[in-house]
Structure formats: C-alpha cells, structure tokens
C-alpha cells in the first residue's frame, strides 16, 4: 500500500531546534532537485512581484517571507508540520508518536505528501514550513509538475509497483507523478448525499481522504495490495464515516474509490 496526499495550504512553524538536512529525508537522491527549488524559491520570494509569482494572497505575504530562510529554518516531523482538515481528520502525528512496533506507526513510511519543495516527503521526514503550490511556474525552475514528474517516477515507480496506490491528491499534484501500468492506482472521490442528490464538496473531501487514510494506517490485519482489498477496507467505514464506498473501474489510468457521507 502506498498512500498520496497532498499537502496541505498552511504549514505549522515548527518550535526552535532542529535545521532540515536534505541529505537526510526520504529519497536522498532527490536532494540535488531539492536544493535547486529552494534556492530558487527564496530568491523568487525576496522579489517586489513575489506574491504574483507564487500565487498567493496579500495576506499570505508573511509567509512567503519566511521563505527567505528556508537553508536554516527550524524543521520538525512532516506529520507535525503539515496541518489541516485532511491532516487533523488522519492524525499523522498522533501515528508518529506512537511507539515502534504499532501499525499506525510501522505504516508510516508507506504515506507520502507530494510537496512542490521537497518532491515527495514522508509524515516522519523532518522539514521546515515553507509556502509553494505545485501549480507555481516557479523562475529558473519552470512548472513545478513537469519539473519533478521524471524525479519522482524514478524514485517511487519501483516502490509502486505490485501495490495499490491510494491517491488523494489533488489534480496539480498529480500532474507530478502519476503511477504506471504496474501499480493498481487507485483515486479517491468523495460525494456529499443530501436530499437523494449527490455532489462534490471539498472541505467533506479532504476529511473523508483523511479518515480514509488514518483508518487504513490504524485498521488490524494486513495493509491492502489490491484495489479490491482497498474496497473492503473502505467499507469497513460505512456505517459510521460513511454511507457507501464503492470501485468504479479504470478511467485514464486509474480506477476510482467513490466516498459517499
């Protein structure tokens, strides 16, 4: 089982302590790419256009200046840093600091957020806050999908593959990296029934990917390696987070787990 999210638009600063160390986080080969976008985010962040550039709001501009010390700023646990209603809803802190030998934290590893910055991360890879969005045209890099799709397809396609891929990502981030034909890639939608009719709504969606995520983490018995086994997983949800889960069959690639709450 391999897990995608996205990560989420606000960062929590980590305390005073610990400096990230590129060499260190998952995938070390990723370093060199890693070094070259953060280079040119702090120097797209120190210009007058910044904001314009990186697609933020007026503001978010505190942020985006944080970005200028990126090199030493102060990292902790992606689980710590990366916050929000997906995030809240998995609690992947609470899985990090569960002891060695606990599924959730065994499991921990086969999750990654796919970070403009940092290509792909682990909920235990220790890294600043920091504002970019895949969706950036970033100076002297190019947009950020097309700059790490060949990157990432080398360093996950061999872990993909065999496994089911639970994707939760949104549509720019998997515009970075899309599994090939050997993984069972699997992408979650969620719907909103009310009065007999169904719709998307995307504050449910990312709580829905992240009980999703925290239960598959958290769930006895073995992890799923099949799109199938990801369904009676999920169903194993309604009832209480859910209404219905149901497969629906390859599309472009990739099959979908539709979430009905």
């Not at 910044?50 to 902790?76: H, I, M």
């Amino acid at each position: 089982m391999l897990i995608l999210l996205p990560p989420s638009e606000g960062k929590t600063p980590p305390a005073p302590g610990t400096a990230v160390d590129l060499d260190r986080l998952s995938f070390p080969s990723l370093a060199p790419a890693r070094r070259k976008v953060r280079d040119a985010l702090v120097e797209t962040s120190g210009r007058d256009d910044a904001l314009t550039l990186l697609k933020v709001s007026t503001g978010l501009a505190p942020e985006v200046a944080r970005n200028l010390a990126l090199a030493g700023a102060d990292a902790a646990p992606a689980a710590q840093v990366y916050t929000g209603v997906l995030y809240a809803a998995a609690d992947l802190a609470g899985a990090a600091a569960g002891a060695p030998g606990t599924p959730a934290r065994d499991r921990l590893p086969s999750v990654l957020t796919i970070s403009a910055l940092w290509g792909a991360v682990t909920p235990l890879d220790v890294i600043p806050a920091y504002r970019l969005s895949m969706s950036v045209d970033l100076p002297g890099i190019g947009p950020l999908g097309a700059f790490w799709r060949e990157l990432l397809d080398d360093v996950l396609a061999p872990q993909a593959s065999g496994d089911v891929v639970v994707d939760c990502r949104s549509s720019s981030y998997v515009s970075a990296w899309r599994p090939g034909s050997s993984a069972d890639w699997v992408m979650v939608k969620v719907l909103r029934e009310l009065d007999g009719k169904r719709s998307v709504v995307s504050h449910n969606a990312k709580h829905t990917r992240g009980v999703l995520t925290g239960h598959l983490l958290r769930r006895a018995g073995e992890p799923p390696r099949t799109r199938h086994e990801l369904l009676d997983a999920a169903q194993e949800l309604v009832g209480s987070a859910l209404r219905e889960a149901t497969l629906h069959e390859a599309a472009r690639g990739a099959h979908t787990l539709e979430l009905v709450v």
